[in-house]
């Protein structure tokens, strides 16, 4: 399965931004569908997550301003980010664990998210 993420840029603090991520390949299902963000020296860390019911949690830095979800049928994942802070700047990867003939995780390629302060 390949991901292919986009929304990504530069916006001033405040500001809003959309990413989506979307799956193509061969697959039978997708259960949990995340985004994760690393920025400059830092481990990668995990945003938002989504199950295949529609669960969803979200890092405590970001409740409340960020909002994921996902379209079962188009196999995307999007994320809404509302109220940005310069310390949203990161890369942004979208992971899915995908149920095929055996159950594995795929990441996309990463997009860019900068914060002006």
């Given at each position: ?13 405040g500001?809003s ?9 061969s ?22 997550a ?8 979200y ?48 990441w996309?390629?990463?997009t ?6």
């Amino acid at each position: 399965v390949r991901l292919v993420e986009s929304g990504g840029g530069l916006v001033q603090a405040g500001g809003s931004l959309r990413l989506s991520c979307a799956a193509s390949g061969s697959m039978f299902s997708i259960k949990d569908m995340e985004w994760y963000r690393q920025g400059p020296g830092m481990q990668r860390e995990l945003v938002a997550a989504i199950t295949s019911g529609g669960t969803t949690k979200y890092a405590d830095s970001v409740k409340g301003r960020f909002t994921i979800s996902r379209d079962n049928a188009k196999n995307t994942v999007d994320l809404q980010m509302n109220s940005l802070k310069p310390e949203d700047t990161s890369v942004y990867y979208c992971r899915m664990v995908v149920v095929g003939s055996y159950e594995y995780q795929s990441w996309g390629q990463g997009t860019q998210v900068t914060v002006s302060s």
